[in-house]
Nanobody, 124 residues
Framework: QVQLVESGGGSVQAGGSLTLSCSVS????????MAWFRQAPGKEREGVAN????????YYADSVKGRFTISHDNAKNTLYLQMNSLKPEDTAMYYC?????????????????WGQGTQVTVSS
């Protein structure tokens, strides 16, 4: 089993920055996939970014390319999402996700472990 705990959400003005963290515990193994997803009220959950923790390959949704950076610290077993130039449309609950497989897509159904979410609110 794997447990995920997100932190770092909050309220910022447009143009500001936030860094989200996701602490990973449990039997993860040494090479796996992690991702960030978000869900705004009334909308479907959408993928933001993912990372292959072995090769460090990353993938981003077009809506966040150039503004968000996903990273993973193996020693701390922690996933990060650095979010810059935030926009009101980035407002959502942000979730981290884990899977033992190497996943190259941002489809929520591909990930079997989820955190509880952290809220990000961007005001104009």
């Amino acid at each position: 089993q794997v447990q995920l705990v997100e932190s770092g959400g909050g309220s910022v003005q447009a143009g500001g920055s936030l860094t989200l963290s996701c602490s990973v515990s449990g039997n993860t193994g040494s090479w796996y996939s992690m991702a960030w997803f978000r869900q705004a009220p009334g909308k479907e959950r959408e993928g933001v970014a993912n990372i292959d923790t072995g090769s460090r390959t990353t993938y981003y949704a077009d809506s966040v390319k150039g503004r968000f950076t996903i990273s993973h610290d193996n020693a701390k077993n922690t996933l990060y999402l650095q979010m810059n130039s935030l926009k009101p449309e980035d407002t959502a609950m942000y979730y981290c996700a884990f899977d033992y497989r190497i996943i190259a897509t941002l489809r929520p159904n591909n990930y079997n472990y989820w955190g509880q979410g952290t809220q990000v609110t961007v005001s104009s």
